[in-house]
């Protein structure tokens, strides 16, 4: 028995290295990642991306309980996998936080059952489900998501935790107080504009929507998502090559934009820390699902990101970007991986690989 017994110590099976964490707990960690931006947000611009997270999680719980009934699927082991959840939040960081109850339940409903469930679920969804739901939403209700609530540090009545429901629920606001009182436009959106006008960047960003780097109260926003996401990748819950790849290639480009013609590009800062940068390169950009899995790929992938939401930002039709660039990207990954496979350890290169 002894022999036997050491026999089976010597010789156990393979694998020899530890598992990985389990869904559960990486959605967990991702979760935990992301309040340091949601504190600064509710903060700086007031309880409306609380009010749209919680409409947002509910909504996607129940299109995800929905699905798997109807697919037949373990509900213990998915509906509270927390896939649904991370979905559910990161579609409503990327909406204006005053919007009407149907904006977030109708881009959960995109993300969950057509993004995710009819692709096959939770590992074989072809793109981004957040990013998908957001430009549905986008492209459907365009004059929805492009009215972006007022700092809290410029607005002059701000709305309480029972208004912002109210709102959100019955489209009813306190009275002699008007929806463009509380509402301006973002500051990549103004500068848009007002290139358009034939203004230059450097006057525009006077204006007091404009902070010390990228805009009053997003620019701490984006600091507390840069922190997050830090900590993801000293987690090791995510690598850094999408995230500084994404970064980098933005704040390339832009910087060339900028020194070539400062009247027309912003500075580098802005566009790193405007808009959702910080959060779609640590969060949005980096879901294993649909981002590439290679080292090279990764920083391909990453690189034409940044591209594309410079790209939008200074030619396109949309003052961000982020989505539309994870999404396009996303379409790549399968032709980036089959040509950035790391060489097997021993294997011969062949002729011409080098």
């Known amino acids: 028995m002894a022999d036997a017994q050491s026999m089976s110590e010597r010789f156990s099976s393979s694998p020899f290295i530890p598992a990985s964490a389990s869904v559960g707990a990486v959605m967990r960690t991702v979760l935990y990642a992301l309040v340091p931006g949601i504190v600064l947000y509710a903060l700086l611009f007031g309880w409306g991306v609380i009010v749209n997270i919680l409409l947002a999680s509910i909504s996607s719980l129940a299109f995800e309980l929905v699905m798997l009934v109807v697919r037949g699927r373990p509900l213990r082991r998915y509906l509270f996998d927390g896939s649904a959840l991370v ?5 409503a960081l990327a909406l204006p936080p005053l919007v009407a109850w149907w904006i977030p339940v109708a881009g959960a409903f995109v993300a969950i059952v057509a993004a995710k469930h009819l692709y096959g679920g939770l590992g074989y969804n072809a793109f981004n489900p957040a990013m998908a739901g957001y430009a549905v939403l986008l492209i459907s209700f365009p004059r929805e998501m492009s009215i972006w609530a007022e700092p809290l540090a410029l607005a002059e009545h701000p709305l309480s935790l029972a208004q912002t429901l109210v709102f959100s629920l019955a489209h009813q606001l306190p009275d002699a107080l008007s929806f463009d009182a509380l509402t301006s436009a973002t500051p990549l959106d103004y500068l848009r504009t007002q290139v358009g006008l034939g203004r230059s960047v450097r006057d ?4 007091p929507i404009f902070g010390h780097v990228a805009g009053l109260g997003m620019e701490w926003v984006n600091a507390g998502y840069l922190l997050g996401g830090v900590w993801l990748i000293y987690r090791k819950v995510i690598s850094w090559h999408i995230p500084v790849a994404v970064l980098a290639s933005l704040a390339c480009i832009s910087g060339i934009g900028f020194v070539l013609d400062p ?19 640590f969060f949005i950009a980096t879901d294993p699902i649909t981002a590439s899995t290679t080292p090279w790929g990764r920083i391909i992938y990453g690189a034409g990101i940044g591209v594309l939401i410079f790209s939008i930002r200074a030619w396109g039709g949309y003052p961000d970007g982020v989505a539309f660039a994870v999404l396009v990207m996303g379409l790549t990954v399968p032709l980036v991986d089959q040509y950035t496979v790391p060489r097997a350890f021993g294997a011969r290169a062949r002729h011409g690989d080098g």
């Open 263 to 281: 009247q027309v590009y912003a500075s580098p800062l802005l566009h790193l820390f405007g808009g959702a940068s910080m959060l779609g390169a």
């Open 87 to 91: 979905t559910a939040v990161l579609l």
């Open 204 to 207: 525009s960003v006077g204006a």
